[in-house]
């Protein structure tokens, strides 16, 4: 199973990532900015403590967190079926 093994924040509400099988970029997050719980990011301090929670999540807070697989497929732009291949499948036997 792929999982973050560090983050950090950067300016303009981008993270820097890391997984744990090599991949590593900015995501830039600046779309959620301001939407629902992402409002508290408008405080740049507080975008600043990003963590990695025990789970392994990405998170700010016990309330703000994102999951890891969404940012990884951001980061890299693979399809959810690419990273969870048994979607796919799933896919396939839907119509039957």
Known sequence: MIRPISVSALPDYQIKIA????K???VD?????GHGVF????DE???AAVHLGPGRQIRWSEEIEL???AIYLRLTGE????????LAHEH???GN
């Open 19 to 22: 997984f744990s099988d090599g």
């Open 24 to 26: 590593e970029g900015t």
């Open 29 to 33: 997050l600046s779309d959620l900015v």
């Open 39 to 42: 409002e508290a990011w408008k």
């Open 45 to 47: 301090s507080f975008f």
């Open 67 to 69: 999951c890891p697989d």
């Open 79 to 86: 399809a959810p079926e690419q990273l969870f291949p048994q």
């Open 92 to 94: 396939s036997h839907a």
